[in-house]
């Protein structure tokens, strides 16, 4: 498999930190000022060390919507890569947001772009673009396909944050809701072909973890077993333990990697699902890989849930860090909890 090209698009609206905060003064005007300062402070502190900077919304009163920047991002990327729009023989939608339960997302993106071939939805939560990609490369090994386009479209912040986010219930909140606040939004298409180059992939999985990361919808209580976990911001809202999922997080991927590659340094860079900056780095460091592990693309974008791994890749690209011939590793934590390790030569 060959990744021909890649395309990121990202909203117009850049939102700092401090565009964050005051997002949450202004959302908590009847509660006493000493508390929301304290709560700001606090959140403040969470989001220095995570090490986040920027991230970007929808400019809704410019009319920017996630299909139209879906359709620019599979655009640009159909055309970098040299195919026809006729050449795709399959669209891959992958991600968390959406906009129906059915039909498939791909059908409305295949529908915009003039497209008449095979359109189906892949969602695991931020492992959803490597799951797409392993799909696609199956098929394309199999001969079904020759070329597919993987799309995302991670546009969430309105629809499962913002404004109810910023209300303040208690400062124990933070606990479990400060993840929302590092989210952006992101639209990545990546067209893929068939070739002898060979990649591997490697899944791990740990329901027992389920209830650290949820998203639910209205009647999830029908869908899992009870847990105090669950449901604590209600139905389309992030609930994250964030600090017991990034631990687990960085132990499991730390021992996945040792039993995986004796030599990991032989790779020239890897990709993480970047959820926090400083969690990448940390699992660098215990890994002694130095800055092998690409995790700049979270001061930029913020977490852009499963367009992370494209958002890097994007940037890499563009600073020169990522080159032909380089040979990479793909190695996102989700929620779930799933680990990957897929290698393969760019």
């Given amino acids: 498999m060959i990744i021909r090209s890649l395309s990121l698009k990202t909203p117009s609206l850049r939102v700092t930190n401090d565009d964050v905060l005051a997002a949450i003064l202004k959302a908590n005007p009847d509660m006493p000022s000493r508390n929301v300062d304290k709560y700001c402070q606090t959140l403040a502190r969470l989001l220095k060390r995570a090490g986040a900077q920027t991230r970007f919304y929808r400019n809704r009163a410019k009319g920017e919507t996630a299909l139209g920047l879906i359709v620019e991002a599979a655009t640009c990327a159909i055309r970098d890569s040299g195919a026809a729009p006729s050449d795709i023989d399959a669209v891959i939608f992958c991600g968390v947001a959406r906009g129906f339960l059915e039909p498939a997302t791909a059908a409305f993106v295949g529908e915009a772009l003039g497209l008449t071939c095979d359109a189906f939805d892949v969602s695991e939560a931020c492992m959803s673009w490597v799951r797409a990609l392993h799909i696609a490369y199956t098929f394309l090994k199999s001969g079904t396909y020759s070329t597919v386009l993987i799309v995302n479209g991670e546009f969430t912040v309105f629809e499962h944050g913002l404004p109810d986010t910023c209300v303040i219930r208690s400062r124990e909140q933070l606990r479990y809701t400060f993840a929302a606040f590092t989210i952006g939004e992101a639209a990545s298409a990546t067209v893929v072909s068939a070739s002898p180059r060979q990649w591997h992939f490697r899944f791990r999985s740990d329901p027992s973890l389920v209830d650290l990361c949820t998203l639910p919808i209205k009647g999830y209580e029908d869908f899992s077993r009870p847990s105090s976990r669950l449901g604590l911001n209600g139905p389309h809202q992030l609930v994250a333990f964030s600090h017991e999922l990034f631990s687990a997080a960085a132990d499991q991927m730390t021992r996945f990697v040792r ?14 699902h970047a959820a926090s900056a400083s969690l990448c780095d940390a699992v660098a460091r215990r890994l002694d890989l130095g ?11 913020g977490n852009v849930v499963s367009a992370s791994i494209p958002a890097a890749i994007a940037m890499a690209l563009e600073e020169g860090r990522l080159k032909r011939g380089d040979h990479l590793v793909l190695c ?15």
């Fill in 259 to 272: 039993e995986t590659y004796a030599d990991p340094k032989r790779f020239d860079i890897w990709f993480p």
């Fill in 291 to 301: 800055d092998r592990v690409y995790s700049r693309a979270f001061a930029a974008y």
């Fill in 332 to 346: 996102p934590a989700s929620a779930g909890m799933s680990l990957a390790l897929v290698d393969g030569q760019y």
